[in-house]
Every structure is written in structure tokens, then in C-alpha cells.
């Protein structure tokens, strides 16, 4: 059973463009909930990262927006720029962080 | 380096063969995790280490998998009898523990590659 679903599988958007990548998650509890941006041939790498007592967190042009009454979190990237193409993973752990559950992942491709 | 380092990047092998992969942590991190990549998909938990010992091995498909952090440092994932299956990249992850000011961040590694032919 898969713990976090993710979608779209691949999404296109102009630069300039806002690109959204959506998570749902059913184990209650889930403390924290990151964002892992990867690049071909490279590990993930944190983006950024929010805890479920908050509903938005912001860093740049980057937001996590969460819901926790509907179990969903979402990444949004404002104007939206061809170094943002990667492959991005929403994730899930409980507070002790001993085991990461990752969704399968959005291929973001920012055409110029 | 100051990154999680991880040998070899590509492994070519027989089935049936053994096969040992090795990460090297950030220095000062005691937690190290393996995760295992397969091709458009994401990362899939294996087994995490809290210092030497393997805190959680739920991830490990079967026992042909093993993994060691004799020091507490340096970690190896051995798979035995390799099966086509296998084939997926290998992910070395660190991070520091809670108690030592981790902050959930985990710090991977790029991967070994591994094809079972």
C-alpha cells in the first residue's frame, strides 16, 4: 500500500509559469512532511520541508500549502524557470524521522 | 568530500552473484538510511541505522539483503544471489538525529547503480 500518492506523474509549464504538484498521505501520523527535488543522475536534495501545524510555508518562489483535515499537501513553484526542470517527490515521516515514505514522483518540465 | 559518498556508481553483475555496495556518511551524522530507486519511481525505504545498530530493517524485500555499520560510520548493503529484480539505483542517505539537532534533512548520496543481467 502505497503511503504517500502523488501526482501528476509529468507536468509542462512555460517559464514563467506557477507549476503544482499535488500529495495525499493517509497515516495520521505523519509529522513531517518535505520535498525533494532531483536532477538526472543525481540523489534528491531538500527544497523544502513543512511540519503539520502550519497550513503554508514559503521560501523564495517555492510554497508548500497543507491541509490536514483533507490529508493533502501540495508544492508550488511561481514564475517557473527551465533550471526548475527536475523530478520532484513529495515524502512523509513521523516525528522521530527513522523512515522516509516517498511518492513516485513528478517530472516537471519548464519549457522556455 | 563533505557530501555522502557512495561506491561504486555503476555495478554490472550476473544473476546469481554477489554484489557488496558501500556509503560513505557525512561526518558526524549517526543516522544513515538505504534506499532503493527503481526507474520512475521513487525512493523506497530499505533500512535505517541509529549508530552501529540497524534501528529499522522493515524495508529489506527478502533475506538475500544485509546490511552492516560496523563503525558506526562507513555502511554496506549486501545482496546475495542477485536476481534481475535488483536492478534499481542504490541510495545512501545521512542525517543528523534529533537529539543532535537534526532537523528531518536528509542528505543523499548519488547513487549506485546496479544491473543484474
Known amino acids: 500500500q502505497q503511503q504517500v500518492k502523488q501526482s501528476p506523474q509529468s507536468l509542462i509549464v512555460q517559464k514563467g509559469g506557477i507549476s503544482i504538484i499535488n500529495c495525499a498521505y493517509e497515516n495520521t501520523a505523519f509529522d513531517y512532511f518535505p520535498w525533494y527535488q532531483q536532477f538526472p543522475g543525481k540523489g534528491p536534495a531538500l527544497l523544502i520541508a513543512?511540519?503539520?501545524?502550519?497550513s503554508e510555508k514559503k521560501e523564495g518562489r517555492f510554497t508548500i500549502s497543507f491541509n490536514k483535515s483533507a490529508k493533502q499537501f501540495s508544492l508550488h513553484i511561481m514564475d517557473s524557470q527551465p533550471g526548475d526542470s527536475a523530478t520532484y517527490f513529495c515524502a512523509a515521516s513521523g516525528n522521530n524521522f527513522n523512515k522516509f515514505y516517498f511518492g513516485s514522483g513528478t517530472k516537471l518540465n519548464v519549457k522556455p | 568530500g563533505a557530501g555522502v559518498s557512495q561506491t561504486p556508481s555503476n555495478k554490472v553483475t550476473e544473476k546469481g552473484k554477489y554484489v557488496e555496495l558501500r556509503c560513505d556518511p557525512i561526518s558526524g551524522h549517526t543516522a544513515l538510511y538505504w534506499y532503493r530507486q527503481s526507474l520512475g519511481q521513487g525512493p523506497e525505504f530499505l533500512i535505517y541505522f541509529q549508530g552501529t545498530g540497524a534501528a529499522d530493517d522493515s524495508g529489506l524485500p527478502n533475506d538475500r539483503f544485509f546490511a552492516v555499520r560496523p563503525e558506526g560510520s562507513v555502511s554496506t548493503l549486501k545482496i546475495q544471489r542477485t536476481e534481475r529484480g535488483d536492478s534499481a539505483v542504490y541510495l545512501c542517505?545521512?542525517?543528523?538525529?534529533?537529539?543532535?539537532?537534526?532537523?528531518?534533512?536528509?542528505?543523499f548520496g548519488e547513487g549506485s547503480r546496479l544491473t543484474v543481467l
Open positions: 542517505a545521512s542525517s543528523l538525529t534529533v537529539t543532535s539537532g537534526g532537523t528531518g534533512e536528509l542528505f
Open positions: 513543512i511540519r503539520p501545524d502550519v
